[in-house]
């Protein structure tokens, strides 16, 4: 048991452990592996064959009452990382989009990704994002995102928090429909949780993690007051501009209403996920506080599971805790309000610093977007 804690990826590696029994384990391992896109998302990267061995006893049909499917799944993923595989080229660049009642241009091509291609384009002068589904079988996740932005309101403090969606709609490509949004684009100068952690590798300041967790839980809170369950609120989709202090939440693809189980996970980065995201149980606001804590977490210089370390040595006991109740294995335990999190957090910093005081975040010229 003491190896699979070594070999699991994450700060909640030690869940998979201690007070539960083998059976239940077996039960994650299981849940770890049907969730997987490739072998990475089950051993973490640079893994070696040693732990691919354990994750084959955990999920061997002898311990799982005959069932193979984890087993079959788990095999195809190791074979699939012995051979590199490249992307196929997307069916579907074009130079324009034609609805009935509007074209929208294409002017460049911002992002591919595992579920579909994303242009820049404008709506009636304003900056837009086109999120054109890479298959037919995508269009699910684009419609959630579609539902999920419908329930908020255009109010234009909301707007510094979650996208506004201009249009949805479907278009024929490559022989199928393919679904397509058109989404509200971060004014400039934003820049994503991911690209701050490249710039800081060691840490943020715990001052300036601090205010982008803020931001973080106040586009949770809202959206957990609508019944909207975010489930992806990941580094990359959380966009701040360092100067201004304005955030914006955004891919709200793998969003579901509360009590709803995950539909998808993000590639790549299950060893971030909470355990009910991972075994397909109901979702509440406990999952997405818990991705906020890794995101906090990973703000502040936690990269590795087992200890915050000597890059983080600055970080107050009072902002670990707060981490920490964010980050339990236990649904139950977690807190459930974001808002009430976002006021805790702002008592916590006024009582280490005092009275809020504006800090511009200096990023290297290149870490910003245009």
């Known amino acids: 048991m003491?190896?699979?804690?070594?070999?699991?990826?994450?700060?909640?590696?030690?869940?998979?452990?201690?007070?539960?029994?083998?059976?239940?384990?077996?039960?994650?391992?299981?849940?770890?592996?049907?969730?997987a896109k490739t072998i990475e998302d089950v051993l973490g990267s640079g893994h070696d064959d040693a732990s691919l061995r354990l994750f084959r006893r955990l999920v061997h049909p002898d311990r799982c009452g005959g069932d193979e499917a984890a087993w079959a799944k788990l095999e195809k993923l190791a074979a699939a990382s012995r051979v590199p595989v490249p992307a196929p080229a997307p069916e579907f660049s074009p130079l324009e989009i034609r609805t009935r009642s509007r074209t929208y241009a294409l002017t460049g091509l911002l992002a591919r990704g595992d579920l579909c291609d994303v242009y820049e384009s404008t709506r009636a002068g304003s900056p837009v994002v086109v999120k054109v589904a890479g298959t037919a079988a995508d269009a699910d996740l684009l419609d959630a995102e579609a539902r999920a932005l419908r329930d908020f309101p255009a109010e234009p403090g909301l707007r510094t928090l979650v996208p506004w969606l201009a249009d949805s709609f479907e278009v024929r490509a490559g022989g199928e429909r393919r679904r397509v949004n058109v989404i509200g684009r971060a004014p400039a100068g934003?820049?994503?949780?991911?690209?701050?952690?490249?710039?800081?590798?060691?840490?943020?300041?715990?001052?300036?993690a601090a205010w982008i967790a803020r931001r973080l839980l106040?586009?949770?809170g809202y959206a957990h007051s609508r019944g909207v369950v975010h489930a992806a609120p990941a580094p990359d989709h959380l966009?701040?501009?360092p100067t201004e202090h304005t955030a914006l939440l955004v891919d709200w693809c793998y969003s579901v209403r509360v009590g709803e189980p995950a539909r998808a996970a993000v590639g790549g980065a299950a060893a971030w996920y909470p355990p009910e995201l991972l075994s397909k149980r109901p979702l509440g606001p406990q999952a997405d506080i818990y991705l906020a804590g890794r995101c906090f977490a990973h703000l502040l210089g936690w990269r590795e599971p087992g200890g915050w370390g000597a890059a983080t040595a600055a970080v107050p006991p009072a902002i670990r805790a707060f981490v920490a109740s964010c980050l339990l294995g236990n649904p139950a335990r977690r807190p459930t309000d974001a808002l009430a999190l976002?006021?805790?957090?702002?008592?916590?910093?006024?009582?280490?610093?005092?009275?809020?005081?504006?800090?511009?975040?200096?990023?290297?010229?290149?870490?910003?977007?245009?």
Not at 2 to 21: F, M, N
Not at 190 to 208: K, N, Q, T
Not at 351 to 363: D, I, Q, S, Y
């Open 218 to 220: 106040a586009a949770l």
């Open 190 to 208: 934003h820049v994503s949780i991911a690209e701050i952690c490249r710039a800081y590798p060691r840490g943020l300041d715990y001052r300036d």
């Open 2 to 35: 003491r190896e699979l804690q070594r070999v699991l990826i994450g700060l909640d590696a030690a869940r998979w452990i201690g007070d539960k029994d083998e059976t239940r384990t077996t039960d994650e391992a299981r849940a770890l592996v049907a969730g």
């Open 239 to 241: 966009l701040v501009h």
């Open 342 to 370: 976002h006021d805790e957090l702002g008592d916590v910093m006024q009582k280490l610093v005092g009275p809020p005081k504006f800090r511009p975040l200096a990023m290297p010229p290149a870490s910003t977007s245009t």
